[in-house]
Each structure stands twice: as structure tokens, then as C-alpha cells.
């Protein structure tokens, strides 16, 4: 792999203006090309972005979704040939003091996830009862069936090789992106590593967007996203742990 300066930070924002210069200003300072990618934003997100000559914008004309918004920053990473992409929200959830370490771990591995819960941090956030119940459940069935062993199935600061970002082929375009793209990772062999971060919740009551704000129904779509992506991949339960235990 070539050296760090060829990783690629990439961001996708929706009605984040209150926190995107905050955010940006230290994701910046680490010397890597930024990526946001403004997904239909209707608060004053772009006016904000276009603000600012140290990052690359690129805008979806309509709130495509969060599995959308990953899908253009990893089709823009491939495209300007980086080696590394990391992932992080903008709503300051996430410390972009550890994107080093992230892209450090990225030398030798596929896909570096972060995990919430591999390590308790000082001063971190309780989660929300109802989030942590449907996180656990999910990376438990996770786990069982593609012979993972996560801890967090849903945490979005992550590091990408770009070459094994080829080997995927995900379409989901909702939140629930990360289940087809585990999914696609566990059929193409991928290494998986997870990174302790902070658990951090500075808004407990921010929405999914719609009727995903009931914990039922959106742990039904991710039912319904994980068992269309095992049978779109042609994977059976069977067949998934033959191919973790290679």
C-alpha cells in the first residue's frame, strides 16, 4: 500500500449544520483530502460547505440515504485511485483524533471498524436502551450467521482498503448499508478488524427518518435487508461458515 497521505476522509452529512465547521476544522488539520458527501441537506448544510475551499463537496440533489451517501464517497474513492477511505459522521460523534489510528490499522486489514462497546472510555455516553437492545441483537445474528465476531455491528467510523471495496457488490442505499456490505465482506474473505472508540451520544432522540424511529420497524428492515443480501449473494447458512472457517 502507498503511503497514508493516500487515504481519503470521507464524510456524509444531512442537516448537519450545526455541527459540520466544528467537525471539519479538526478532520482537516490530519493532512488528508476531505470528502463531504451532502445528501439532500434542506437546512443551511450546503450554503455552509460551500463556504470552505479545503474540502471536496459532492451533492446529491435529494436525501438519497445514508447507504447512498458511503456508496458515492467509496465510488469517489476508487475513481481518484486512493488506498484508503475512512468513514466518519459529522454530527461530532465521533473523535477525528483517531483517524490515524485508523488508517494505521487500515496496512493490514480490509475493513477497520469501530466498536463502541470493545472498551469502556472515561466520561462516555450511556446509550440509549432501545438502540443498544436492536445493536446487540443484530451483531449477535451477525455473528451466527457469517462466523463474524463482532461488537458493533452499526458504528460508521471505519477504514476501507479501496481494493477490497471492489470485491463488494452493494446496492442498499437506507441505513441499513452496513448489514449487505458485512454480508458481501464475509463472502468475498475479507480481513475485518474492529477499533475501540468512544461511545458517544450528544443527541439521544435524533430520528432515522420517519417510521424507522420505531425500534420495531426498524429492526424489521434490518431483518429485511440482512436476509435479502444472504440470499442475493447466493450464500446459505451452510455455506457462509464453511467459508469463515477457511
Known amino acids: 500500500m502507498k503511503s497514508p497521505e493516500q487515504a481519503l476522509i ?14 471539519l476544522d479538526q478532520v482537516v488539520g490530519y493532512g488528508h483530502p476531505v470528502l463531504v458527501v451532502n445528501d439532500g441537506s434542506t437546512d443551511d448544510t450546503l450554503k455552509l460547505l460551500e463556504q470552505r475551499d479545503d474540502i471536496t463537496v459532492i451533492t446529491h440533489e ?13 465510488a469517489y474513492a476508487r475513481e481518484q485511485k486512493f488506498d484508503v477511505v475512512v468513514t466518519m459522521d459529522c454530527d461530532g460523534q465521533h473523535e477525528p483524533q483517531l483517524i490515524p489510528k485508523f488508517i494505521k490499522a487500515c496496512r493490514s486489514a480490509d475493513i477497520v471498524s469501530g466498536s463502541r462497546y470493545l472498551k469502556q472510555f472515561p466520561g462516555q455516553s450511556q446509550p440509549p436502551a432501545q438502540r443498544l437492545f436492536i445493536n446487540r441483537r443484530v451483531t449477535s445474528e451477525l455473528n451466527r450467521l457469517l462466523g463474524f465476531q463482532l461488537t458493533d455491528a452499526f458504528c460508521g467510523f471505519k477504514a476501507y482498503r479501496v481494493e477490497a471495496l471492489a470485491k463488494l457488490d452493494v446496492t442498499e442505499t437506507g441505513y441499513a ?29 435524533r430520528s432515522f427518518g420517519g417510521a424507522l424511529d420505531d425500534g420495531g420497524t426498524r429492526l424489521n428492515y434490518y431483518h429485511f435487508v440482512l436476509d435479502r443480501s444472504l440470499a442475493r449473494s447466493g450464500l446459505t447458512k451452510a455455506g457462509v461458515h464453511a467459508l469463515a472457517s477457511c
Do not use: Q, R
Open 62 to 74: 435529494n436525501n438519497s440515504g445514508y447507504g447512498a451517501a458511503l456508496l458515492t464517497a467509496f
Open 177 to 205: 448499508m452496513p448489514l449487505e456490505l458485512w454480508v458481501e465482506a464475509a463472502k468475498a474473505g475479507l480481513n475485518i478488524v474492529e477499533l475501540p472508540v468512544p461511545l458517544i451520544y450528544l443527541d439521544e432522540n
Open 10 to 23: 470521507a464524510l456524509p452529512v444531512y442537516n448537519e449544520a450545526a455541527t459540520i465547521h466544528a467537525v
